[in-house]
C-alpha cells in the first residue's frame, strides 16, 4: 500500500513536469514555429508604443533570445523560486510559483489566480454535493423501479441534462428565478461572497449557479449509478444477501450501491478535478469572478501569461485528482491493493 | 407433519415469449437430520425450487402457487418481512459460485458477521469472535488471522468453506446447498461434502443438496428426487435410485456418469437431445422427445402426462410403462450395460 502510494506520487510529479514543458511550448515554442521573432514576444511586455530600441532590449533582458532549452528553465525555475521580470524601465519581483506576468495589468499572475479560486472552488464543490447527492438517488430509485414512470421521467430529464449547454441552462435559471419578477428568489449573479464573511451570503449567492453545474452532471451521474446498479444487484453476491435475511434496505446500500460506486468515484474525481481548474461556462454565465471568468478574460485580451498561469493551474488540477482518485480506488476496491 | 413438506409448488415466470413454467406442481416431504438430493440437468427447475423455499422469488415477477411448510408454517401465503426474518436463521443457503456469490469489497470476516448479527442482537466483537470459531470449525487453518480476508485472497475450497460457514453463523435448521461443489476441483469436492455430511450430524439440520452429479448425491443422500421440465419424475430412496432406477430419464443420468471400471470407448451413455423448453414443454410426458422406449407406451408418451405413481415403499415414478416393464428393462438392458463392457 504504502509503496503504491509512493509510487503514484512520483508519477504525479512526473505528469506535472511534462505538463510544464507542454505549456512552455504551447506559450514559447508554437509562436517560434509560426514565425514570431523575439521581438514581437517582447513587443507584448512593452506595448504598442514602445520603439524598437525598446522592444529590442527588453527581448534582451527577457531572455527571448536564448536557447528555447535555457528558456525553458528559467520558466521552470520561477515556478519554483519565484523570478524577475526586466524588461526596461524596472525590475519586477515575481515570487514562487511564478507563472508568469501579465502584459496587461503588469502584476504576476499566481497572486490574481489564488484570489479568484475561493470562487471557483466554492462553485465546484457545493455543485458537486449536489449533483453528487442527485444523480446517485435517482440512479439508484431508477434501477429500483426500472421501467416505471419515475424511470422513464427520469432518465428523460437526465436525456436533457446532459444535452442541454450551461449557457441555455443558467440563462432560463436566471430568466425564471432572478429576473423574473414573481420568482425573483435568487441572486442575479456577479456577486461573491467569501464563506468566512457570511456563509448565508455565501450560499444564496451561489445556489443558482450551484443548481444549474449540479444538473448538467448529475444528469451523467444518474445514468451511470442506473446502469451500475441494474448490474450489480443482478450479482450473484446480491442474492447472498439476501438469503442471509438482510432487509432489502441494506441490500440495496450496503451491497448493491456499494458494487456500483467504484466507477462513479472515478468519474468524480476526475470531474472535480476538472472543474476546479475553472468551470468556464458556467462562470460566464453567472458572471462569477473565479478562474474560468479570468481565463475567458485572458484570452478575450490576449493576456498570453494568464492564459498560461490557468492551463498550469487546471492541469495541476486534474493531476492531483487523479492521483486522489488513484488511492481511494485502491480504498474502494480490495482487490485494486495487490496490483 | 414433516419438518419441511412442499405441496404442488408451482414457479411461474410471465415473459415476452410466454409463460416459463419452471417448476410445474412439485411435492416432497423432509425431515431433521435427513438428507434429499435433488437432481437434474440445467433448467429442470432445481435452483428455483430452493430460492422458492427461502422466499426469494417474493418481490419479483415470478408467480408461485402451492404451499411450503416449514415447521408447521406455511411460507408461500406468509409476507414478505416474515420469511425474511427466517432467512439465514431457520433456513439458509449455500450457493454455486462462492466467488461471485460473497461481495468481493467486504471481507470474509465482515460478511459473516453480517450474517450473524442480522439475526443475533450481540456487539461486533462477540460475532467476530463467532465468526473465526466457524471459520476454524470448517476447516479454515489460522481463522483469526483469515477472517480478515478477502474473497479472493482464498482459494476455491476456502471459499466454498466460508461460505458454509455464513450459512451456518444462525444454526439454520434446514440447510440448502446449490451444486455446493461444482466450481471445485474435485480432491477439493470430496473435503466439502465430507465436512457438509459432519457439520449437518452435529446441527441435526435438514439439508437439500441440489446437484446435477449424481456422484454427489450417492456420497450424502437419504432420499433423491429426479427433476425434469420442472416436474418429479421420480423419487426414492438413495438406494431404491441407484439399485432399482425404474424412470429412463434417471437410467440416461446413471449412464451419464463417468466410471472408471468402464471400457473407454464406452464409458459414458448420454442422453441423446437437449433438456425442454420451460415455454413451450413437450405433450404428454416432457421426456418423450428424448426417451428411447417412448414407442412401447403405444402414443401414450406423445399425448398423455404421466402421473406419479407409487410403485413401493415410498419409490415414485412419473412413467406410461408398466411396472414389470420398467423392472425388466432395468434387470435385462439397462443393468448389464452400465456393469459390463
Known sequence: MVTYIIRRLIWGVFMLAIVSVITFAIFFLVPRLTGATSESLASRYVGRTASAQQVKVAAEKLGFNDPLIVQYGRFAKGIVTGADYDYGPGVERCPAPCFGY??????????DLLNRLPVTLSLALGAAVLWLIAGVATGVLSALKRGSVFDRAAMGIALAGVSLPIFFTGIVSLVLFSYGRPLAITAPGGSFTPF????????YNLILPWITLAFLYAAGYARLTRSGMLETMNEDYIRTARAKGLAERVVVFKHGL???????????????????????LTES??????????????????????????????????????????????????????? | MSFLELKDLRVHFPTDDGLVRSVDGLSFRLERGKTLGIVGESGSGK????????????????????????????????????????????????????LSAMHPYY??????????RIHNDVSKAVARKHAIDLLGRVGIPQPDRRVDSYPHEFSGGMRQRAMIAMALSCDPELLIADEPTTALDVTVQAQILDLMRDLQQEFDSALIIITHDLGVVAELSD?????????????????????????????????????????????????????????????????????????????????????????????????????????????NEIKPKLESA
Open chain 2, 47 to 98: 435452483s428455483v425450487t430452493s430460492l422458492a423455499v427461502l422466499g426469494l422469488h417474493k418481490g419479483t415477477r415470478a408467480k408461485i402457487s402451492g404451499e411450503i411448510w416449514l415447521d408447521g408454517e406455511e411460507l408461500v401465503s406468509a409476507s414478505a418481512e416474515h420469511v425474511r426474518t427466517l432467512r439465514g436463521k431457520k433456513m439458509a443457503m449455500i450457493f454455486q459460485d462462492p
Open chain 2, 107 to 116: 471481507s470474509v470476516g465482515a460478511q459473516i458477521i453480517e450474517a450473524y
Open chain 1, 102 to 111: 501579465s502584459f496587461l495589468t503588469r502584476l504576476p499572475v499566481w497572486p
Open chain 2, 223 to 331: 432420499d433423491i428426487l429426479v427433476m425434469y421440465g420442472g416436474k418429479c419424475i421420480e423419487y426414492g430412496s438413495a438406494e431404491d435410485i441407484f439399485e432399482r432406477p425404474e424412470h429412463p430419464y434417471t437410467w440416461g443420468l446413471l449412464g451419464s456418469m463417468p466410471r472408471l471400471d468402464r471400457e473407454r470407448t464406452e464409458r459414458l451413455m448420454p442422453i441423446k437431445g437437449t433438456p425442454p423448453s420451460l415455454i413451450n414443454v413437450p405433450t404428454g410426458c416432457a421426456f418423450h422427445p428424448r426417451c428411447a422406449f417412448e414407442p412401447r407406451t403405444e402414443g401414450k408418451g406423445r399425448t398423455v402426462v404421466p402421473e406419479l405413481l407409487e410403485t413401493e415403499g415410498g419409490h415414485l415414478v412419473r412413467c406410461h410403462l408398466s411396472l414389470e416393464e420398467r423392472r425388466a428393462t432395468w434387470e
Open chain 1, 258 to 280: 456499494r458494487g456500483a460506486l467504484t466507477p462513479i468515484l472515478t468519474i468524480f474525481g476526475l470531474d472535480l478535478g476538472l472543474l476546479m481548474g475553472g468551470a468556464v
Open chain 1, 196 to 203: 468566512f464573511d457570511n456563509p448565508a451570503q455565501w450560499a
Open chain 1, 285 to 339: 454565465t453567472f458572471s462569477l469572478p473565479g478562474i474560468g471568468k479570468y481565463a475567458i478574460d485572458a484570452i478575450t485580451n490576449q493576456d498570453l501569461p494568464k492564459v498560461m498561469g490557468v492551463t498550469l493551474v487546471a492541469a495541476f488540477f486534474v493531476v492531483v485528482a487523479n492521483l486522489v482518485v488513484d488511492l481511494l480506488y485502491a480504498v474502494v476496491d480490495p482487490r485494486v491493493r495487490l496490483a
